[in-house]
Every structure is written in C-alpha cells, then in structure tokens.
C-alpha cells in the first residue's frame, strides 16, 4: 500500500473500514446534534463511499451523555452507561437521517433491542448490507456497561472484518501530552499498540487498544474537521497517527 502519494486515479488503500465518530463531532456550539455539522460528516462519508469502500460507524453520545462522569458525580454506573447507550442511538438517526440526505442509504444496528427504531446487531446482515452497498451505523456500543464506544469500534472492526478503524477527532492526531496544555507536545507520526499502552494514551481506552492488538486491527488517528483528511486517510495518504503492530 503507498501510504505516501496517490494519483487522480489511484484505487482506495481499503475496501471495508470502520469509522469511529465521537458524539461530540456532531455538537455545534448550541445545539446536541447540529444540522449543519452532521450534513457536513455526512458529505465526506458519502465521498469516500462513492469510491466503492464499504463504510461501517461506530458512534459515541458525549454530546448528549457521558455515563462515566455521570457515575464519577454519584450516579449508579451501570445505569448512567446505559443512559449513554440511549444517547447513541439519538446520534445514529441523526446521522442516518443526515447520510439520506445526501443519497447514502444506511441501516442502524443497536447492541440493546429498540424494535421500532432501529434493527438488532446481526454479524451476517450488517456485513450484507456493506456487500450491498449500504452504510452500517452500529449504535448502543458493546449493549453492556463498563464498555466504552472505542471498545465497541474494535468489536465491531473485529467482527466484520474491518481493515483499519479511522478515529476521527478534533485533533490531528496523537500526543505525548495535552497539545492544548502543552505546547511542546509531541505528535506521533506512528506508534505501536503496546506503546500507547504502555504511555497510557487517553485517544483511545485500554480496552479497545488490547483488542485492536489481538486482532491486528490498526487504528489511524487523524482530525475530521480538516477538509479531504477522511478521504486522503482512505487513498493511502500519511494522515495523522497511525497505531499498528510494528
């Protein structure tokens, strides 16, 4: 794969990948779910989907809930992370609602069992809506607390055979420190499983990294808000920070 350079008509460096959107991406400054911004996420899904990868999202819902710094106030943890669930789903139709729009047909997958709004996970169904062309966007993360919507991403990834995970963050990409407390922070241009491990990085929770190295999944780290990064990340381009096992 060149990760380096691509012509005008270079083919995409992957053929199925696994988008990982945090619910804050689609927060404006007033809104929960600004219109614009999801409209905007949707356009560059429906770009790269054009290209003839086939695309599954995973989505949090900080943007409406954080079931952790929920529990951290006193709430019972379990019932703060199922409440986050809940703010996940709200987020999938948001966007699969934005993705209509702009003519990408999609089908929402919940972990918990909401018949009327959305369809349960199924392995086979959500890798044959991808074979079909559809955009699959997984929602209610593993369906189980304690687990957080990155962990779900690796799952996910995992069990549809996802080539990469595409992180996208308000960042371009990982840092040895906070870049907005640090303004020495360093950038990774690459760094291995067990080094973000062993640095604690916060991009991604422990859980999700051990997974992703299990199965051997590489997770790229890039900022979504920069116009054509979504689609230089899948023709190959060097993009933000890649996390793999060498």
Not at 42 to 63: K, T, Y
Not at 119 to 148: C, D
Request: a neutral charge; aromatic letters at 6%; one cysteine or more.
């Amino acid at each position: 794969m060149d990760t380096t350079t691509s012509s005008p008509h270079a083919a995409p460096a992957y053929k199925r990948i696994l988008l990982k959107l945090s619910g804050e991406v689609l927060a404006g400054e007033k809104d929960v779910i600004d219109r614009a911004v999801a409209l905007q996420i949707a356009r560059q899904i429906a770009a790269i989907h054009n290209l003839g990868i086939e695309v599954a999202i995973v989505i949090g819902g900080g943007n409406i809930w954080r079931g952790l710094t929920s529990s951290q106030a006193g709430m019972d943890r379990t019932t703060a992370d199922y409440m986050g669930m809940l703010a996940t789903i709200i987020n999938g139709l948001g966007l699969q609602d934005a993705l209509g729009h702009v003519g990408i047909s999609t089908r929402v997958q919940t972990a918990i069992e909401i018949k009327n709004v959305a369809e349960p996970f199924i392995r086979g169904r959500a890798i044959r809506h991808l074979e079909k062309g559809r955009v699959v966007i997984f929602v209610a993360g593993t369906g189980n607390p304690f687990f957080s919507t990155d962990t779900a991403a690796a799952l996910r990834a995992s069990e549809i055979g996802a080539e990469v995970i595409l992180k996208a963050t308000k960042v371009d990409g990982i840092y040895d420190s906070d870049p907005k407390k640090n303004p020495d922070a360093k950038r990774y241009d690459k760094i291995t499983y067990i080094e973000a491990l062993r640095n604690r990085l916060a991009v991604m929770d422990s859980t999700a990294f051990s997974l992703c190295m299990d199965n051997k999944v590489p997770i790229i780290v890039f900022d979504m808000f920069r116009e054509e990064n979504l689609h230089d990340v899948v023709m190959g381009k060097r993009v933000g920070t890649l996390v793999s096992d060498k």
